[in-house]
T-cell receptor
Framework: GAVVSQHPSWVICKSGTSVKIECRSL??????MFWYRQFPKQSLMLMAT?????????EQGVEKDKFLINHASLTLSTLTVTSAHPEDSSFYIC?????????????FGPGTRLTVL | AQRVTQPEKLLSVFKGAPVELKCNYS??????LFWYVQYSRQRLQLLLR??SRESIKGFTADLNKGETSFHLKKPFAQEEDSAMYYC???????????FGTGTKLQVIP
């Protein structure tokens, strides 16, 4: 199998604080992980691509200094929302890329619901 | 720029009726197309990909490059098919995946 976990599954924080979300591939190594954001009843929007051992690649319009990504190992990527504000409240989903032979598949985590008060 | 369009936000069909979820894309290169499904309170999961040419849970999808479409079809809908379906496109070496806005399939008993 290929399982991706996220922690925490939900978090509530005060405006101005920072929140860290972890994404782990439990039974495979992932050199590449992706972070998405999903607003209610909308699609997933790719925020950044996280590469193990190198800097993340951010999509246009995503603030690098606000959404810090660290992919320190082949099974863990973290997203830190710095100085969170209410407009950062959203559902954050990560996925991990697993390669098997000539194919590779993205496996998704269950998501983290962030609410900023 | 790559784009995926799913024109229907909601599709309601009766059990046993045929289903077609539409997906159109725009991309200048050779795309890889996917369908993902999200059942209620579950995570997003891959349903099928065009290169596999497979049928999963009775669903099939054919890539039509002329019409730039990748519609998802099933001849006889089942209640357990009710879910949110996302069409997605992956481009080149960068492996960036772009998702459509999703279609909610509701199968009426």
């Amino acid at each position: 199998g290929a399982v991706v976990s996220q922690h925490p599954s939900w978090v509530i924080c005060k405006s101005g604080t920072s929140v860290k979300i972890e994404c782990r591939s439990l039974d495979f190594q992932a050199t590449t992980m992706f972070w998405y954001r999903q607003f209610p009843k909308q699609s997933l929007m790719l925020m950044a691509t996280s590469n193990e051992g190198s800097k993340a690649t951010y999509e246009q319009g995503v603030e690098k200094d606000k959404f810090l990504i660290n992919h320190a190992s082949l099974t863990l990527s973290t997203l830190t929302v710095t100085s969170a504000h209410p407009e950062d409240s959203s559902f954050y989903i990560c996925s991990a890329r697993k390669r098997a032979g000539y194919t590779d598949t993205q496996y998704f985590g269950p998501g983290t619901r962030l609410t900023v008060l | 720029a790559q784009r995926v369009t799913q024109p229907e936000k909601l599709l309601s069909v009766f059990k046993g009726a045929p289903v077609e979820l539409k997906c159109n894309y725009s991309y200048s290169g050779s795309p890889e197309l996917f369908w993902y499904v999200q059942y209620s309170r579950q995570r997003l999961q891959l349903l099928l990909r065009h290169i596999s040419r497979e049928s999963i849970k009775g669903f099939t999808a054919d890539l039509n490059k002329g019409e730039t479409s990748f519609h998802l079809k099933k001849p006889f809908a089942q209640e357990e098919d009710s879910a949110m379906y996302y069409c997605a496109l992956r481009s080149g070496g960068y492996q960036k995946v772009t998702f459509g806005t999703g279609t909610k399939l509701q199968v009426i008993p």
